[in-house]
């Protein structure tokens, strides 16, 4: 069956006009089936992968249900400063013809210029160390909220945030919409299911590569040779492109670093960049 438009979806004609800019045309399978459940007010459990594109999947319904009123009334959070700063740009973009006013909130920073930005934030996207922060120091209040999504939602239980969770969850109004994302649902985000959210709907998106056309392979191998091992493994093999995931950004700077001294050819050029799912 093929997709609905942005139009026949429902989207309002600003948010449709933002997306086009950014070279958004259709919807993909999984936006195509959570905005009209995540505009009808429903809560929403969310299975896709990387590149499915579900930040526009919950982006998109909830920029369309806001109207900018200088009180926060959605809460995003993501397990990673990368994250949630990939999240916030991403709705700026799309919501860039309304008046809606965001403000992104993680640690390592000062909290002083994400207080201002609260003041003002219809949409506050965080990690759930700082927002509980702000919450404890009443710089951030939740009695209007009425949109709380989790993104990446097994990744932050996988981190040991869950308790942070909970602890949000209790400054918040019983009665919100829940809106939550994730590749997996464990035993902690079914828990999350059971004692928060009302009669979820689930969608999963389409696989677009099915395992049979991956070749995958890995190796043991002790901590301190992996590095050795990412060497050879560059010079020997032989592909126009390599993406080389790291946990964190510390370890991306490191290895960035590490190899530019590996390939040490003026001609060569290794880039860094620090790539989180969408």
């Known amino acids: 069956m093929e997709n609905k438009t942005f139009k026949q979806l429902g989207v309002n004609d600003n948010i449709i006009k933002a997306l086009s800019e950014c070279g958004i045309k259709e919807p993909t399978d999984i936006q195509a089936q959570a905005i009209p459940i995540i505009k009808s007010g429903k809560d929403i459990i969310g299975k896709s992968k990387t590149g499915s594109g579900k930040t ?24 990673t400063r990368e994250l949630a700063l990939q999240i916030s740009r991403e709705l700026e973009k799309f919501g860039k013809h309304t008046n809606l006013q965001f403000a992104t909130v993680f640690g390592g920073v000062s909290m002083h210029h994400q207080i201002r930005k609260i003041k003002t934030a219809d949409v506050v996207i965080g990690t759930p160390g700082r927002v509980l922060d702000h919450l404890n120091q009443k710089t951030l209040r939740l009695s209007n909220l009425t949109h709380f999504i ?3 939602a097994d990744q932050m239980v996988d981190m040991g945030f869950i308790r942070d969770i909970e602890k949000i969850l209790r400054y918040a109004p019983k009665k919100k919409q829940m809106i939550l994302f994730g590749a997996t649902i464990s035993n902690e985000v079914s828990l999350i299911r059971e004692k928060y959210m009302n009669n979820p709907v689930i969608v999963e998106s389409e696989v677009h590569v099915t395992e049979e056309y991956l070749e995958q392979y890995y190796y043991n ?5 992996k590095f050795s091992l990412l060497v050879h493994l560059l010079k020997n093999e032989k592909a126009d492109q390599i993406i080389v995931f790291c946990s964190n950004i ?4 490191l290895v960035s670093k590490n190899l530019k001294y590996s390939f040490c050819k003026p001609s060569t050029y290794w880039g860094m960049f620090i790539i989180t799912p969408i």
Not at 67 to 76: A, D, E, F, N
Not at 221 to 225: D, E, I, P, T, W
Not at 250 to 253: C, G, I, P, Q, S
Request: aromatic residues 2%; glycine residues 2%.
């Open 56 to 79: 526009a999947a919950f982006g998109i319904p909830l920029l369309d249900s806001l109207k900018h009123t200088s009180r926060v009334q959605s809460l995003i959070l993501a397990p």
């Open 150 to 152: 989790l993104d990446e």
């Open 221 to 225: 191998v002790q901590k301190q040779k």
């Open 250 to 253: 510390r370890t991306v700077e």
